[in-house]
């Protein structure tokens, strides 16, 4: 167990629709990391917070956004969902802002877009 | 900017055989590796990591792995494969100023009996 959590483990919608992924960081780790798993694309960085502020963007869609909040747990929305949205979306967090430290990953979020 | 490649999607040994996954990085400047691996159903979780201490690095579960700056290598290696193994491995580098981690493809470990 890494201790970071992500809800819901799950989640099936349809085209279209909007989702919120959930992430908590391990205690005391202020970055967050979002990364996407598929297929096709393999493991691929999303966005990164620090203690609240955005500090890096990778190929994330203009659907797609995220948020730290006061209490550095952190929220992915997905919005305009389309079928190649299906995907594992981890959330990873580390204690501070550098290279070398350490991401723990969380479990993951399946999503299937039908 | 960083980035990975990991040579063989498919790796299958035998129990108790010699485990080699092979990483090549490219980077400018010089480079903090990963190894991370993924069970079925799950997140990742870190093998070992280079951070210039050491060029052999010495991982959990029986891994270690060696920087080789003139080959641009990290190789992943353990002794002798056991069936727990069997997963998903990928390395990684952590991209200069971003603190994101670029990932290779990945490498599915196979042990048969």
């Known amino acids: 167990d890494s201790g970071v959590t992500q809800t819901p483990k799950h989640l099936i919608t349809a085209t279209g629709q909007r989702v919120t992924l959930r992430c908590s960081p391990r205690?005391?780790?202020?970055?967050v990391y979002w990364y996407q798993q598929s297929l096709d694309q393999g493991l691929q960085f999303l966005i990164q917070?620090?203690?609240?502020?955005?500090?890096a963007k990778g190929n994330i869609l203009e659907r797609f956004s995220a948020q730290q909040f006061p209490d550095l747990h952190s929220e992915l929305n997905l919005s305009s969902l389309e079928l190649g949205d299906s995907a594992l979306y981890f959330c990873?967090?580390?204690?501070?802002?550098?290279?070398?430290?350490?991401?723990?990953f969380g479990p993951g979020t399946r999503l299937t877009v039908l | 900017a960083q980035s990975v490649t990991q040579l063989g999607s498919h790796v299958s040994v035998s129990e108790g055989a010699l485990v080699l996954l092979r990483c090549n990085y490219s980077s400018s400047v010089p480079p903090y590796l990963f190894w991370y691996v993924q069970y079925p159903n799950q997140g990742l979780q870190l093998l070992l990591k280079?951070?210039?201490?050491?060029?052999l690095v010495k991982g959990i579960n029986g891994f270690e792995a060696e920087f080789k700056k003139s080959e641009t290598s990290f190789h992943l290696t353990k002794p002798s494969a056991h069936m727990s193994d069997a997963a998903e491995y990928f390395c990684a580098v952590s991209d200069q100023g971003a603190q994101k981690l670029v990932f290779g493809q990945g490498t599915r470990l196979t042990i048969n009996p």
């Open positions: 280079y951070t210039s201490a050491a060029t």
């Open positions: 205690s005391g780790d202020l970055s």
């Open positions: 917070y620090y203690n609240g502020e955005e500090r």
């Open positions: 990873a967090s580390s204690v501070r802002l550098a290279e070398y430290n350490e991401q723990f």
